[in-house]
């Protein structure tokens, strides 16, 4: 129950090619996060999905039925939008239950499903008021209980938690997590947060400019990134790559994470100016200026205490690098 | 706000501009209303002096209650004008909501073709518009004058209303897809309610020029029974003799339903306005 391929799909507004011919299966029950830059088309391939733009070309189908022609409301798809998108002029309790009041559903049953997805998001007391009467937070859950109400085949989520604060965000991440678990439902999330891609996603795909660049499981992303763009975009701080042929290596460009960076003296070690340093309790965050290199990061754990302008030596474990081609390719 | 607080000279200079430019806009009326209650000698000796003791005189009003049609003549204004708004309103909409909200070829163009009405004064096309009444039978009746403001009042509905639909959700209207809700329920039950004040403004600058026109109904509509109440005000200004009393108390009378119509709409019409300068 829940199970989408997209074949080769591809959508043009006018002349500008935004979704590039992307092919992906996301397995029943999966946890599925497109990540990628601004612009590069995730809300359109998530509104693709949903069926609120058509496609140009390709195909997609749900449990193997073609749904690549069929409205939104025919695809038993769910939404969840950024601006939570409640009706204005509805209860929460009538937000909740219009699909299934829409699809001709039997009064008492609209309500039991509204009542039970209101228990496992604790809206109950929040049923009889109007969207104006919430705050953010709790209108973003009903946003979510109006999802859960019509037991979707497929759950969409374009960047849920980005208007809530950090607090609630967390919050929010948690539950949607535990709803996954307990729905079993298959989850497709946009979002270009680190932390929520990681943290909720079975796979991850990371898209640029309208192409899948990768697709795999969040460590396998971040452990074994197939070009410079992923593992420049998984992975905060971001990875520093650094110029093979100052180092002596084969390869075009260097990529370490900041984690990886060790401070050493004598002979082989990089050579740095400290430029800036943020402590965040926790970690520490150390921008070091190079004359090969640029601006490098490095990330050390606990307090650290090192003089801006002061002169650093710094260097790496060799089998901690990622090797890149001159096209961004990783060799391997 | 608090910045007027700290410069009271300047407050008192844009007060002072208002009050102003409100007696110089309400003067007309004034002087209309308060003469409609005169005697005939005191409307031309003293224009501006209240109605006392002596130049008190009902004159006016009993001439026009006496000429009997003012209550058709009313009834008739009163029907053109709240049809052609209702239409007005609701094509416009539904206009606007194509314009903004779905994308095809000739979109642009579309647009621009439907808003050139206001730069081109109807009344350009009135021989036209006449030989097409007579052709279609329709002369001296209301629909004649129905359709002929629907058609004046829709370019500005359009622009103004496609305007404000674009700064509607996309997110709201995608939600309704979703849940199955049909075009025309995303268009009268989401959409809207959120343009109600656009649709206030709108309504007002539709509705005065449509109340006040001469032109049409002297032309399209002068018969008895279709006189609008600015037509039927006329039988009072002869080429000789003018019954300023009668002319006087008709239009007094005329202001009243637009101003209860306007004190329904300008609530949402203030709203409109100073959207997005309040926020
Ligand atoms: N209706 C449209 N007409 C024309 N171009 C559009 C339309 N919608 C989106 N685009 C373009 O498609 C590209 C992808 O937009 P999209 O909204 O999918 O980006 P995104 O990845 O969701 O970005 P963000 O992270 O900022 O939300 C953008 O360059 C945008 O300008
Ligand atoms: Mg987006």
């Not at chain 2, 209303?33 to 009993?62: C, H, M, W």
């Not at chain 2, 070829?105 to 030989?131: D, E, F, H, S």
């Not at chain 2, 329709?138 to 359009?158: D, E, F, H, S």
């Amino acid at each position: 129950m829940g199970q989408l391929t997209l074949s080769g799909v591809t959508k043009k507004f006018g002349p500008v090619d935004v979704i590039q011919g992307v092919d992906l299966a996301v397995a029943d029950g999966e946890f599925c996060v497109f990540v990628g830059p601004s612009g590069c088309g995730k809300s359109t391939l998530l509104k693709l999905i949903a069926g609120l733009e058509s496609a140009t070309a390709g195909r997609l189908t749900l449990d193997g039925r073609d749904i690549t022609n069929l409205p939104p409301a025919k695809r038993e798809i769910a939404m969840v939008f950024q601006s939570y998108a409640l009706y204005p002029h509805l209860t929460v309790r009538d937000n909740m239950g219009l699909a299934l009041r829409q699809a001709g559903r039997p009064k008492a049953e609209v309500r039991a499903a509204t009542d039970r997805a209101a228990a496992m998001l604790s809206l109950d007391t929040l049923l009889d008021r109007r969207p104006a009467e919430l705050s953010g937070g709790q209108r973003q859950r009903v946003a979510i209980g109006r999802a859960i109400v019509r037991r979707p085949k497929l759950f969409l989520f374009d960047e849920p938690l980005s208007n809530l604060d950090a607090a609630l965000r967390v919050n929010t991440r948690i539950e949607i997590a535990k709803l996954h678990r307990e729905l079993g439902a298959t989850m497709i999330y946009v979002t270009h947060d680190q932390v929520e891609a990681m943290t909720l996603a079975d796979r991850i795909v990371v898209l640029r400019a309208g192409k899948v660049e990768q697709i795999g499981a969040p460590m396998e992303l971040y452990n074994d990134p197939a070009n410079t763009f992923v593992a420049g975009f998984i992975g905060s701080p971001r990875m520093n790559f650094l110029k093979s042929a100052a180092l002596g290596m084969s390869s075009h460009t260097a990529g370490v994470r900041p984690e990886q960076l060790q401070f050493v003296e004598g002979p082989g070690a990089i050579r740095s100016t400290v430029s800036h340093v943020e402590r965040l309790g926790g970690e520490t965050l150390v921008y070091l200026h190079t004359a090969d290199h640029g601006l490098l990061t490095a990330r050390l754990f606990g307090e650290h205490d090192f003089a801006v302008g002061s002169e650093r030596g710094i260097t790496f474990a060799p089998d901690r690098v990622f090797h890149f081609d001159e096209a961004g390719h990783r060799l391997r | 706000m608090s910045r007027t607080r700290h410069f009271p000279a300047r407050a008192f200079a844009a007060h002072a501009v208002l009050i102003v430019w409100t007696l110089i806009a309400l003067f007309p009326v004034f002087v209309t209303v308060v003469n409609s209650f005169k005697s005939k000698r005191a409307i031309f000796t003293q224009p501006l002096a209240l109605p006392g003791p002596e130049t008190f005189d009902l004159v006016g009003y009993q001439t026009v209650a006496a000429q009997g049609d003012f209550v058709a003549y009313f009834q008739n204004s009163l029907v053109v004008t709240c049809l052609s708004l209702f239409f007005v309103l609701l094509f416009g909409a539904m206009a606007a909501f194509a314009l903004s909200e779905y994308r095809f070829r000739g979109n642009m163009l579309m647009g621009l073709y439907l808003a050139l009405g206001i730069m081109i004064p109807i009344r350009l096309g009135t021989v036209a518009i006449l030989q097409m009444m007579v052709a279609t039978g329709l002369v001296n009746t209301l629909a004649a004058l129905i359709l002929v403001y629907t058609a004046q009042g829709l370019p500005l509905a359009v622009f103004i209303l496609s305007e404000f639909m674009r700064s509607v959700s996309d997110d709201l209207k995608n939600a309704g897809r979703i849940d199955g809700l049909s075009e025309y329920r995303i268009f009268f039950q989401l959409v809207l309610p959120l343009v109600r004040p656009a649709m206030a403004t709108v309504a007002v600058f539709t509705m005065i020029p449509i109340w006040n026109d001469l032109w049409f109904p002297l032309i399209l509509a002068p018969s008895e029974a279709t006189k609008t109440i600015t037509l039927g005000s006329q039988v009072f200004l002869g080429q000789f003799v003018s019954n300023w009393n009668a002319v006087l108390a008709a239009l007094s009378l005329a202001i009243l339903p637009v101003l209860v119509l306007y004190l329904i709409f300008s609530r949402q019409l203030i709203r409109g306005i100073t959207a997005g300068a309040v926020k």
